[in-house]
Nanobody, 124 residues
Framework: QAQLEQSGGGSVQAGGSLRLSCSVR????????VGWFRQVPGEAREFVAA????????YYDTTVEGRFTVSRDNAKNTVYLQMDTLKPEDTSDYLC?????????????????WGQGTRVTVSS
């Protein structure tokens, strides 16, 4: 089973930027998509963005489209989430996850391996 290791996150003021990283091991094992989700304690986990393999299609939730960018570095086997123009409502725990079967899905049930999560805090 794939292992996902996250890095990045932290605290920033509104309008600032952060970048999250998600490294997947072993390399390219049955990738279909890597997704980013976020979850506020006590609330449901929600889809943020995703990128598919190998065609690099990207998908975004409407709340982050135009502000967040998901990308992939094949050489490093790493997926990134660049978060710009952050808002206080973006404050959450962010998790990356691996889907191994098409079609693309925004549902957590279709993702089989998860990163450990990283906290993002945006102050006003």
């Amino acid at each position: 089973q794939a292992q996902l290791e996250q890095s990045g996150g932290g605290s920033v003021q509104a309008g600032g930027s952060l970048r999250l990283s998600c490294s997947v091991r072993p390399r390219h094992l049955g990738w279909h998509a890597v997704g980013w989700f976020r979850q506020v304690p006590g609330e449901a986990r929600e889809f943020v963005a995703a990128i598919t393999y190998p065609n690099r299609n990207t998908y975004y939730d409407t709340t982050v489209e135009g502000r967040f960018t998901v990308s992939r570095d094949n050489a490093k086997n790493t997926v990134y989430l660049q978060m710009d123009t952050l808002k206080p409502e973006d404050t959450s725990d962010y998790l990356c996850a691996l889907s191994t079967s098409p079609p693309f899905s925004r549902s957590t049930q279709d993702y089989v391996s998860w990163g450990q999560g990283t906290r993002v805090t945006v102050s006003s």
